[in-house]
């Protein structure tokens, strides 16, 4: 069976056709003037699987764990202990864990489903009825956000409103007021840096797998597939990451604090 990519580049090849590449998410329907799109109809079958995924787990949870128990428990309290190191807090690293770990379990669920027979292939008025969540920037945009919004409101709320701000609008000298504005452009930059990051690898991946099948039809894609899934997984954790360290960023004194 094959994926979307495959599926793309073997009609291509088969039928002699160009290839066709579609940068913004397709709309499928409209439901009171509300569009629904391929990637978003799949934003809802990820989300529909981690919550179910969840419960069932949540069922067979034990005091004596099993396999699978044992491994998520190492997962997660392997993390909760590097966020804890990360951020030299045990109560910052437990309110912030399941934000960062659901960021993660997202994108990967979201990028590893991507390589499943159908994404791509299921036609639904001539338009794929399913695409990749994170080859849709609106997605991985609201992710950017909502990110930026948390490590705003985190710094703003450890550090108060004034010295946090501090960090970015410094009348104490011209160096130091030059600099702020810097952070600050750097920091609102932030929006374009986490949602183009993975919106470019992800979209990226699949037009070079199509591309591929377009001109070798069997053989080229499969080590670039096995390269885009370790990618899938890269991307998650970068994002992640990156979330975290700006948390930790907003949350450090300022540096004429700090000379204090």
């Given at each position: 069976m094959?994926?979307a990519?495959?599926?793309a580049?073997?009609?291509?090849?088969?039928h002699?056709s160009?290839?066709?590449?579609v940068?913004?998410?397709?709309?499928?329907?409209?439901?009171?003037?509300f569009?629904?799109?391929?990637?978003?109809i799949?934003?809802?079958?990820?989300?529909?699987l981690?919550i179910v995924?969840a419960?069932?787990?949540?069922r067979?949870i034990?005091?004596v764990?099993?396999?699978?128990?044992?491994g998520?428990?190492?997962?997660?309290?392997?993390?909760l202990?590097?966020?804890?190191e990360?951020l030299?807090?045990?109560?910052?690293?437990?309110?912030?864990?399941p934000?960062?770990?659901?960021?993660?379990?997202?994108?990967l669920?979201?990028?590893?489903?991507?390589?499943?027979?159908?994404?791509?292939?299921?036609?639904?008025n001539d338009?794929p009825?399913?695409?990749?969540?994170?080859a849709?920037?609106?997605?991985?945009l609201?992710?950017?956000?909502?990110?930026?919004?948390?490590?705003e409101?985190?710094?703003?709320?450890?550090?108060?409103?004034?010295?946090y701000a501090?960090?970015?609008?410094?009348?104490?000298?011209?160096?130091?007021?030059a600099?702020?504005?810097?952070?600050?452009?750097?920091?609102v930059?932030?929006?374009?840096s986490?949602s183009?990051?993975?919106?470019?690898n992800?979209?990226a991946?699949?037009?070079m797998?199509?591309?591929?099948?377009f001109?070798?039809?069997?053989?080229a894609p499969?080590?670039l597939?096995?390269?885009?899934?370790?990618?899938?997984f890269?991307?998650?954790v970068?994002?992640?990451m990156?979330?975290?360290f700006?948390?930790?960023?907003?949350i450090?004194?300022?540096?004429?604090?700090?000379?204090?």
């Amino acid at each position: 069976m094959a994926s979307a990519p495959e599926h793309a580049g073997q009609a291509a090849a088969e039928h002699g056709s160009g290839i066709h590449v579609v940068l913004k998410a397709e709309e499928l329907f409209s439901v009171w003037g509300f569009p629904i799109t391929n990637s978003l109809i799949m934003t809802w079958m990820v989300m529909a699987l981690m919550i179910v995924f969840a419960i069932l787990f949540r069922r067979q949870i034990a005091m004596v764990p099993g396999k699978l128990q044992a491994g998520i428990e190492m997962l997660f309290q392997g993390v909760l202990d590097y966020m804890a190191e990360t951020l030299e807090s045990e109560k910052l690293a437990r309110k912030f864990f399941p934000l960062i770990m659901t960021i993660f379990l997202f994108v990967l669920v979201a990028n590893e489903l991507a390589f499943l027979p159908g994404v791509g292939s299921i036609l639904f008025n001539d338009i794929p009825f399913l695409r990749p969540p994170s080859a849709d920037l609106n997605m991985t945009l609201a992710l950017a956000f909502i990110s930026f919004l948390t490590i705003e409101i985190t710094g703003a709320t450890v550090l108060g409103f004034f010295k946090y701000a501090g960090k970015y609008v410094n009348f104490r000298s011209p160096v130091d007021f030059a600099v702020g504005l810097i952070e600050l452009v750097s920091n609102v930059g932030r929006l374009i840096s986490f949602s183009f990051r993975l919106f470019g690898n992800v979209f990226a991946g699949e037009v070079m797998i199509i591309v591929a099948m377009f001109f070798v039809a069997y053989l080229a894609p499969i080590p670039l597939i096995a390269f885009e899934v370790f990618v899938g997984f890269i991307q998650a954790v970068v994002f992640a990451m990156l979330t975290l360290f700006f948390i930790k960023l907003a949350i450090m004194e300022p540096h004429g604090d700090e000379a204090h």
